[in-house]
């Protein structure tokens, strides 16, 4: 009677059933190896150690960035801006540098603000007069009476910017003048003036308020 391939298998010494198993089924375990990476990689980052979400998202735009000096003002932020009751969330300081000499670059970092901007990731704006009144225009940016208080506003009243939006009837308070702080100064360099503003589709107007603030060292 002819023995099956069980049987034969059974009276295979240990060595040689290894031997066979990988022979015929090697293919077979790098697939299993693989998926088991892949659901392990999943679990770590999504379940076990997930990404920080952001907690409000402050953005340097222009030509003449130092993004590298963005990490240190990253650090005082978050203390200020992250509360427990936030859990896994942060303060991200991003860079988007336009008038770079590969089109195709210019290109992308365009593309990548406006849909950021239309995605709602991006919260408070740090940019140059002249993209500023252009983002006023297009109605990017949030009227700032609706962050500060009459009173929080009177404070500031050599610095404040006005500005009107294609539906705006009346000019309205857009940006604050920030050309000559410090905190600024390490980071975007030029001889343009340099404007701070809330986008106008934020979801994080206080956090937004307290970004503003502290670049402004009001109390």
Do not use: C
């Not at 998926?35 to 990404?51: A, H, R, T």
């Not at 993004?67 to 991003?94: C, H, Q, R, S, Y």
Request: glycine share 6%; net charge negative.
């Amino acid at each position: 009677m002819k023995k099956s391939n069980k049987a034969k298998f059974k009276e295979l010494t240990r060595k040689e059933k290894v031997e066979y198993i990988w022979e015929y089924y090697k293919l077979h375990i790098f697939a299993g190896i693989f998926v088991l990476i892949v659901i392990g990689s999943f679990l770590n980052i999504w379940v076990f150690n997930p990404p920080p979400k952001s907690a409000v998202s402050v953005n340097f735009v222009g030509s003449s960035i130092f993004a590298d000096n963005t990490e240190p003002l990253e650090k005082e932020l978050n203390p200020i801006i992250v509360t427990e009751e936030m859990g896994n969330k942060k303060v991200f300081i991003n860079t988007y540098i336009f008038g770079m000499k590969d089109p195709q670059m210019q290109m992308a970092t365009q593309t990548k603000f406006i849909a950021n901007i239309s995605a709602r990731e991006l919260d408070v704006l740090i940019l140059d007069k002249e993209q500023f009144d252009s983002l006023v225009l297009q109605g990017s940016m949030l009227p700032l009476d609706q962050v500060f208080s009459e009173d929080e506003l009177g404070k500031l009243t050599d610095r404040l910017l006005k500005g009107k939006s294609e539906e705006d009837t009346n000019e309205q308070i857009y940006g604050i003048d920030i050309t000559d702080i410090e905190k600024i100064k390490t980071v975007m360099v030029g001889d343009s003036d340099i404007v701070i503003g809330v986008v106008s589709n934020t979801l994080k107007i206080e956090e937004s308020k307290k970004v503003i603030k502290w670049f402004l060292e009001m109390e």
